[in-house]
T-cell receptor
């Protein structure tokens, strides 16, 4: 049972434009969300997180938006750069637990 | 470099065999997590240890077991291997056991069962 879903396996964006990666979840108990970035032959790297008490968190070119009513979060990358080409995973957890639930990932390609 | 090391990088073995994957967490981190990533799948949480004790269990098969040693390194043991166990196995570590802690991932061990 996939509680965190990334329905777009891949996304291509021109350099300089905005990349929007989407993630949906089913468990309303999730209250902490993260995005990880993964390059080939490497482990995932933490990118940005958001607590359910917020609806937006920004870190440089990366912004995560959380819509609790829709059980949806998105990652915006502006402007997109070729070095952003990677697989992006969203993950969610319940603060009282220790288990993270990951989506299946979206492969982003930024075209120079 | 996340500071988390995993050995070996690649492992090729046959069905029915037993293997051990090793993970050394970042210096100072007390929690170790194990994940499995099969083809076209997200990372599936297997198990977490905190300071030597099992803290949380996910979708870990009975054929699989893990432990965390006093020096905080961890081992994941996979036995009676099946073709479907072929996957990338990631280890991650975090400072404490709270879900608010960032997990730092190792580069993974690619297991191929023939």
């Amino acid at each position: 049972d996939q509680q965190v879903k990334q329905n777009s396996p891949s996304l291509s964006v021109q350099e300089g434009r905005i990349s929007i990666l989407n993630c949906d979840y089913t468990n309303s108990m999730f209250d902490y969300f993260l995005w990880y970035k993964k390059y080939p032959a490497e482990g995932p790297t933490f990118l940005i997180s958001i607590s359910s008490i917020k609806d937006k968190n920004e870190d440089g070119r990366f912004t995560v938006f959380l819509n609790k009513s829709a059980k949806h979060l998105s990652l915006h990358i502006v402007p997109s750069q070729p070095g952003d080409s990677a697989v992006y995973f969203c993950a969610a957890s319940i603060n009282t637990g220790n288990q993270f639930y990951f989506g299946t990932g979206t492969s982003l390609t930024v075209i120079p | 470099d996340s500071g988390v090391t995993q050995t070996p990088k690649h492992l090729i073995t046959a069905t029915g065999q037993r293997v051990t994957l090793r993970c050394s967490p970042r210096s100072g981190d007390l929690s170790v997590y194990w994940y499995q990533q099969s083809l076209d799948q997200g990372l599936q949480f297997l198990i977490q240890y905190y300071n030597g004790e099992e803290r949380a269990k996910g979708n870990i098969l009975e054929r699989f077991s893990a432990q965390q040693f006093p020096d905080l390194h961890s081992e994941l043991n996979l036995s009676s291997l099946e073709l479907g166990d072929s996957a990338l196995y990631f280890c991650a570590s975090s400072l404490t056991s709270g879900s608010g802690d960032t997990q730092y991932f190792g580069p993974g061990t690619r297991l191929t069962v023939l």
